[in-house]
């Protein structure tokens, strides 16, 4: 049986073709189709701690299915689901319409309104038909049948629907109520017969109640009860309000902030044992739960409207970071976790998950993230409290990081269980060279090198606050060292590019990759280098228009409709664009910026996990790639960053300073951004094409413009 970390192919596909709905509240979510009927075959139902625990809830009126009309995402948790029952025979109309108003939390619970807009009183029949196989997520999203062994028992109990499943210790099971009371309950049907009078409506309520090993847990919405008081709704009011306002004449970018607010509110997760603590789930559907280096760069980029998301995100992964060598889940000690799951879990607590450890790049980013909070001048005595985890993620980079000690961080997986690449393009196939041969591990990714430089750089200025001059000296010639070596044993001079690693045998993995952006993000890449590679990375085999293609149109194995050879992440493209502001190249920053956020308006303002790359000149839109998460975390941050890259604005609160340098892209002509937390202040930068204004910068702060190297935030050199 394929383990739950090495799945090769691509989850199935979410939407029918009828177009399907996805609404998500922490780790429960639900796929139905747009009449919100959950129908069993497929990849819909209602999934709470990564078990589906309903796999049918199918509405029927009069013998007939409602004929669907509208779906109205009322939040990202709830939705209302308009239809209207067939006409009867010889009759062009009907005069009923059917109202689902459906509300995900912890559990489900689902308003149903018959309105009869007829002249005369009408006799309905309303049947549920429900069930749940309580499958696991992965064995939902890979297609494969549930595991053998398990048992699913279904009965009526006082009026309630029970189903309970048990597999070995495993054990699942919902409730499933009813109001008012049916007229007749089996263990798969529900029904209730009703005389709707003439211009009246009917109405009743189902409230499923999820258990995990006996224990129901409560659910976040019940009948009778007021939604807007749902735990749910209340963070979500709170979020909104405490959002920085953005106000723009540039519509596109204006929709795609308000989407990526409303998206990132939805993702984010909390821990019932530390309440005050949350992290961002990496996408709906198949991954709403904590993954290492999506909550990390999520955070990264959300910096600017939501320092307490990376807090809670480097808090959590702390907790969880690697203390024994487990080669089964790749743990070793100091390393930051890839992915954790709850299919198993015996308690709602993160802690009750299963954790898998096989990246190589999680643990400098945890480094790099800590010192970018610094930067920020956020919760000092939250930060300083997290320098030993740094400290063990810097040791696991030398002792197990880099295992053969030849200055380079690689990755190979320690069984056959686990990913075979773990970096951020972790599909099989993932890591190609020029000729499309698919590369074997060890691997040293060039991107995982920028991001140990970054850590490197973050510790040396933490060691430079403390007054430590030996960490300081250490930690900074670490990184020198370091960037005099990638620049010369990654640079390939023939071909203008830097190679997106080191193989087996330290030879260049020669193809041109997106993955050499990143390593402008941090600053690796030697300035006499950065011209020619800024150009590649803008050029027509890279860009799309859109954004920028994984792997260049010129490589062999290019394939837009690939995971990972060909299409284009929207994350990626704004982290290339940060990186191009970082060297100075703003008109190519810029045009980045200006083809993703074009992107987002073609999709309703909300940017998928990734599409395809085929070019922007040969078709109008953008193609979706079909099993793509949406909403998902570093995608939806993504407009952030590019917020960011416009006002290259780039904090150093410890040492007095922010630099800010705004730069408005074509097509719009002023930008005002209030409420940044900056240094426990809220600052708000008003932008036109003649004149910056900033209010609300702490009197400590000096203000600085036009950086050497700006909007990264990942520190200056280690050379300056």
Not at 311 to 339: C, K, M, N, W, Y
Not at 407 to 412: A, D, I, K, L, Q
Not at 578 to 602: E, F, M, N, P, W
Not at 670 to 685: A, D, K, M, W
Request: charged share 25%; net charge negative.
């Amino acid at each position: 049986m394929t383990g739950p970390w090495t799945f090769a192919d691509q989850p199935v596909t979410v939407d029918d073709g009828a177009g399907s709905v996805t609404l998500v509240d922490e780790s429960t979510f639900t796929i139905s189709g747009r009449t919100g009927d959950i129908v069993p075959g497929g990849a819909q139902g209602l999934f709470v701690r990564d078990t589906r625990i309903l796999s049918r809830l199918e509405l029927v009126v009069n013998g007939s299915h409602p004929q669907p009309l509208s779906a109205v995402h009322d939040t990202p948790f709830s939705a209302t689901f308009v239809s209207r029952n067939p006409p009867p025979p010889g009759r062009a109309d009907s005069t009923l319409m059917v109202f689902r108003s459906r509300y995900v939390g912890q559990g489900l619970r689902e308003d149903l309104t018959v309105r009869n807009f007829g002249d005369e009183p009408t006799f309905c029949s309303v049947e549920l038909l429900v069930d749940a196989d309580f499958a696991d997520l992965f064995a939902v999203k890979e297609g494969r049948p549930p595991e053998p062994g398990g048992e699913v028992e279904r009965r009526v109990d006082d009026r309630e629907l029970v189903l309970r499943y048990h597999r070995g210790a495993h054990r699942r099971g919902c409730r499933v109520r009813f109001h008012p009371e049916p007229g007749s309950l089996s263990a798969d049907l529900v029904r209730w017969e009703v005389i709707v009078p003439p211009r009246g409506e009917w109405r009743g309520c189902v409230e499923v109640l999820a258990a995990i090993d006996r224990r129901v847990i409560e659910p976040r919405y019940r009948c009778g009860q007021p939604v807007e008081r749902a735990a749910p709704a209340e963070r979500l009011a709170k979020w909104r309000r405490q959002m920085p306002q953005v106000d723009t004449d540039h519509a596109g970018l204006q929709a795609a902030i308000v989407r990526s607010s409303e998206d990132l509110g939805a993702l984010r997760i909390f821990d019932p044992d530390f309440p005050e603590r949350m992290v961002v789930a990496a996408g709906a559907p198949w991954f709403m739960t904590v993954f290492g280096r999506d909550s990390l760069l999520t955070s990264w980029m959300a910096l600017l409207v939501d320092p307490d998301l990376a807090l809670g995100v480097l808090q959590t992964l702390g907790r969880f970071q690697g203390s024994d060598v487990r080669p089964a889940t790749e743990e070793q000690p100091g390393r930051i976790l890839h992915e954790m799951r709850f299919g198993d879990a015996p308690s709602l607590s993160l802690g009750g998950g299963s954790i898998y450890y096989g990246t190589a790049d999680a643990t400098p980013l945890f480094v790099m993230l800590l010192g970018e909070l610094r930067r920020w001048g956020l919760a000092r005595q939250a930060v300083e409290e997290l320098l030993p985890n740094a400290e063990r993620a810097l040791a696991w980079i030398d002792e197990f990081g880099d295992a053969d000690g030849d200055g380079y961080v690689e990755y190979r997986r320690a069984t056959d269980r686990g990913l075979a690449n773990q970096g951020w393009k972790d599909s099989w196939d993932g890591v190609r060279y020029a000729d499309g041969r698919v590369a074997a591990a060890p691997i040293a990714l060039c991107e995982v090198q920028a991001y140990v430089y970054g850590a490197y750089l973050a510790r040396a200025h933490f060691a430079h606050e403390q007054g430590d001059q030996a960490a300081y000296d250490r930690y900074r010639d670490k990184a020198t060292r370091l960037k005099q070596a990638f620049n010369r044993d990654f640079w390939l001079e023939d071909r203008g590019w830097f190679a997106i690693g080191l193989d087996q045998d330290k030879r260049p993995i020669d193809s041109l990759t997106s993955n050499i952006g990143h390593c402008l993000w941090t600053g690796i890449v030697d300035e006499d280098k950065a011209e020619v590679v800024a150009e590649r990375l803008v050029s027509p085999q890279l860009f799309s228009g859109w954004g920028v293609r994984t792997l260049a149109t010129t490589m062999g194995g290019y394939n837009p409709i690939s995971y990972h050879c060909g299409s284009v992440w929207p994350h990626d493209t704004a982290i290339v664009a940060a990186g191009l502001a970082r060297y100075g190249k703003i008109d190519g920053a810029l045009r980045l910026v200006d083809g993703l956020l074009a992107a987002a308006a073609q999709m309703g303002g909300r940017l998928p996990e990734l599409f395809s790359g085929l070019d922007r000149a040969e078709l109008g839109v953008p193609v979706t790639y079909p099993t793509s998460c949406s909403p998902q975390a570093w995608a939806a941050a993504s407009p952030l960053l590019c917020l960011r890259t416009i006002l290259r604005i780039d904090p150093w609160v410890p040492y007095g300073k922010t630099w800010l340098a705004p730069v408005l892209p074509e097509g719009m002509s002023r930008l005002r951004v209030e409420g940044i937390p900056l240094g426990g202040s809220r600052v708000t930068v008003t932008v036109d094409r003649d004149s910056v204004e900033v209010e609300g910068l702490p009197p400590e702060l000096e203000l600085v413009g036009s950086p050497r190297q700006p909007s990264t935030g990942v520190g200056a050199d280690a050379d300056t």
